[in-house]
């Protein structure tokens, strides 16, 4: 049974092992907001998840030790169980979907794990878990839905109302609900007018359907860019706990976690996953009543895969308006493209692609087309650039 008294015993244990994470200010995520930040991607291993599979694993027999322990993960639980193993001398069996991000993969083997891939998402590598798990007598490491892993992530509510006591509300990611769970019990249990809003990507949005309909549902797919928490169905703990102590599930749209992901990097100088920014994109598209509010987001991990992540800051890019492409229609004379590059340099845009073609069949024979592709400030600047082009007579097509 998950008390209180749990989560600081966990603390105490994991004391030696994990970090305190720092809490930093982030005053440019929300400006109508006290937004702060809990660092749980400067963790060890790079995630809050160590503190789960840590503690779980301090609470075996010494009989169960010795056969050794398997888990299944996305990646970050996987890499927490494989230290928390290390350091027990505990063998350690790690099943993983074969589309998890090599990074994380190589990290785990770099733990001293055997690392088993198995051919699907998250929830095809737990059958494997557990049919390895019955076969040879190994103890199931489970990552979120065992009351002494959500215990250990509990230790970050307990690190959060000693750090910020005055907050007025902390925004968790959810993916299976441990996180959450942990977090929102100490919370409340320590003050009860503590706002917990909990965050998943709409690609994958288990708990959120589970809340709203009452009932746990297992989707028949999941598809975000926040791979972390792409769980189909969330736990019968997890979901009795969250029902009972998470105030409101919210979702929020890939376009919107890179943007999240952008803006940790660019204004707090933070790497995160797209599982560790949903909390963050939540406060910046205001997904939660947090106007005036004192609250923490908490960035749950930082594990991002580096070859996707030039695709994040694209797509973080175009979401913001600090990159637009335009479509202009022209009449094939000198000058044309002169005028338009010298309208765009006055208001300040940079032209980084451009591409001229004359008109095809079926347009105006002294036509043409200039496709140009700018980095801009934001929408706003946008529609300058746009509004300038059409009063010098310049015609935007595909707008």
């Not at 998950?2 to 105490?12: E, M, S």
């Not at 290390?86 to 083997?109: F, H, R, W």
């Not at 509004?387 to 310049?394: E, I, M, S, V």
Request: charged share 25%.
């Amino acid at each position: 049974m998950l008390t209180l008294d749990k989560i600081y015993h966990a603390k105490y244990i994991l004391k030696q092992v994990i970090r305190e994470t720092d809490v930093i200010q982030a005053p440019k995520i929300n400006p109508e907001s006290n937004i702060w930040l809990k660092t749980e991607n400067l963790q060890i291993t790079g995630s809050f998840k160590v503190r789960g599979a840590y503690y779980k694993m301090s609470c075996l027999s010494d009989e169960e030790k010795s056969k050794g322990v398997i888990a299944c993960s996305a990646g970050n639980h996987a890499q927490g169980v494989a230290l928390a193993a290390a350091k027990n001398g505990i063998k350690s069996i790690i099943c993983l979907p074969d589309g998890a991000p090599i990074s994380k993969v190589e990290a785990t083997k770099s733990y001293g794990a055997e690392v088993c891939l198995v051919k699907g998402v998250y929830d095809d590598a737990y059958s494997e878990a557990l049919r390895q798990r019955d076969e040879h007598g190994y103890t199931f490491i489970h990552p979120f839905d065992d009351e002494n892993v959500i215990a250990g992530q509990g230790t970050i509510g307990l690190e959060l109302t000693e750090q910020i006591p005055d907050m007025d509300a902390v925004i968790v990611p959810v993916g299976g609900g441990g996180l959450i769970s942990g977090v929102a019990f100490a919370i409340k249990s320590l003050n009860p007018n503590i706002k917990v809003y909990g965050v998943q990507a709409a690609g994958a949005p288990s708990m959120y359907n589970a809340v709203k309909d009452g009932r746990i549902e297992c989707l028949k797919s999941v598809s975000t860019i926040a791979d972390g928490i792409a769980v189909k169905e969330p736990g019968e703990n997890t979901f009795k706990f969250v029902s009972d102590y998470v105030d409101e599930i919210v979702t929020v749209s890939d376009d919107e976690i890179a943007a999240a992901i952008l803006a940790l990097m660019e204004q707090q100088k933070l790497v995160t996953e797209g599982a560790g920014a949903v909390s963050v994109a939540a406060a910046m598209f205001n997904k939660v009543p947090i106007k005036n509010k004192k609250v923490v987001c908490l960035l749950s991990g930082g594990n991002i895969d580096v070859t996707i992540l030039s695709r994040v800051i694209k797509r973080g890019l175009l979401m913001t308006g600090r990159n637009s492409t335009l479509n202009i229609e022209l009449i094939d004379k000198p000058g044309q493209l002169m005028d338009v590059s010298r309208i765009i340099a006055e208001l300040g845009g940079n032209v980084i692609s451009i591409h001229h073609e004359r008109a095809n069949e079926g347009s105006d024979v002294n036509g043409c087309y200039l496709r140009i592709i700018l980095e801009t400030r934001n929408y706003n600047h946008i529609e300058e650039i746009k509004t300038a082009l059409r009063n010098n007579g310049f015609k935007i097509v595909n707008d």
